[in-house]
Every structure is written in C-alpha cells, then in structure tokens.
C-alpha cells in the first residue's frame, strides 16, 4: 500500500477538519497516509497512549500482524508530534471481495474534539476503493458509534465484548 500526503486543518472551537479546504482558523496539522515502515512509529506513539495506558488494552492484543500490511494513516500537530492514526487493512484480511475494514482508530485525549479522526476516517474511506474495495465494515467502541454513524456508518447486530469493551459492528457503503 503506498503513501500519500496532504495538509488539513483542525480546530478546537467553531471549524471542522476537511480533507482539503482549509478552515478559516486552527493550528495546521498534517495527515500522512502509508506503509507500517513509514508512519509506524508515530501510529505506536498514539495507539500506545489511547490503547494499552488509557484504555488498559493488554499491548500483546494491540499489535498484530497487519500492522506490516495494512493502510496506516497519521495526523501530526503544527509540531510534528503524531496525534492520530487509524489503518485500512489489506484485501487479504476478509475473503468477501470488495469489503474493507478499518481499525485501530485513536487520536490522544487532549486533541479530541477537533475533528482529528473524522479527517483521518475520511481519508482511509477515500482511499479504499484504490485497494478495490465497495464497503468498509469496522467495530465500533459503543460509546462511539455516534462518531462512525456521523460518517455513513449503520450498526449491525447486537453489541458484542472484544478486549473487554463493548463493541458494535458497523458497515458504510462507499460511493
Ligand atoms: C473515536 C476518536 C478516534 C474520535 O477522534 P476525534 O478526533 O475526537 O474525532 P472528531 O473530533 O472528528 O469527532 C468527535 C466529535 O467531536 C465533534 N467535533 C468535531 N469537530 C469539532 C469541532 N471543530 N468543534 C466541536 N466539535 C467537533 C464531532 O461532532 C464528534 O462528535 P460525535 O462523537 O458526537 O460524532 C477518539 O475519540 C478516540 O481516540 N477515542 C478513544 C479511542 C477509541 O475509542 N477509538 C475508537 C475505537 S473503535
């Protein structure tokens, strides 16, 4: 899966991150999308900080082998620092051809709220029909599921427990 990089913009008060368009005011942050070898380390830094320290997820759940196969999308402050990430994971991951998955969505607490995983969430849904795909299935933390539903997501079924946390499965049809 290759790279790509693009400048957006976020806020913490009145504007929304776009993928493109910047707001009229907010620090400039960058979200970078690529390979494992490239943006791993800053997806360790936040999913590090929201999965296994705040969120208390054994770190021996948090990696697997699809980090090295996967989409990898990374948002950095006007600093540098990583402060989100999520992935798009590769074909091989579901025999139904055509259906996506995208996962391991975490922007650290203080920079939530500004729309940081909604840009990254729209740029993984934008790049998935590059890698073939006509839906994009995902499950959903309950409490939020409102965020997913905000970006086309319908749950599915009934809620279900994985590392210990209520989850919902969620389906978005792409365009
Ligand atoms: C889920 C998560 C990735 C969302 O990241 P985020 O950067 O806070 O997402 P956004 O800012 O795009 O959207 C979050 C909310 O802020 C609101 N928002 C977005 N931009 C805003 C702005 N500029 N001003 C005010 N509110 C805004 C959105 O309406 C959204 O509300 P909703 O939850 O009711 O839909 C983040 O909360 C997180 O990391 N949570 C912990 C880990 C986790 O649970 N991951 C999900 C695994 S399935």
Redesign the pocket.
């Known amino acids: 899966m290759v790279g790509k990089n693009y400048n957006f913009v976020?806020?913490?008060?009145?504007?929304?991150?776009n993928d493109g368009a910047p707001a009229a005011t907010?620090p400039a942050a960058n979200l970078a999308l690529g390979a494992w070898g490239e943006l791993g380390l800053g997806a360790r830094e936040v999913r590090t900080a929201?999965?296994v320290i705040?969120?208390n997820i054994p770190a021996a759940e948090e990696w697997d082998e699809w980090d090295a196969q996967s989409l990898h999308a990374v948002a950095r402050d006007a600093a540098g620092s990583a402060i989100?990430t999520?992935r798009l994971l590769p074909p091989a991951f579901d025999a139904q051809r055509g259906t996506g998955h995208i996962?391991?969505?975490?922007?650290?607490?203080q920079?939530?709220?500004?729309?940081?995983?909604?840009?990254?969430?729209r740029a993984l849904m934008k790049a998935a029909p590059d890698y073939g795909f006509a839906q994009i299935v995902?499950?959903?933390?309950s409490?939020?599921a409102?965020?997913?539903?905000?970006h086309g997501f319908v749950a599915e079924g009934a809620e279900f427990l994985e590392v210990g946390i209520p989850?919902v499965l969620m389906r978005a049809r792409l365009q």
């Open positions: 976020v806020s913490s008060s009145t504007t929304r991150a907010g929201v999965f705040e969120q989100g999520g996962g391991r969505m975490a922007v650290l607490r920079a939530r709220g500004a729309g940081v995983g909604g840009a990254i969430l995902l499950h959903a933390q409490h939020v409102d965020f997913y539903a905000r989850h």
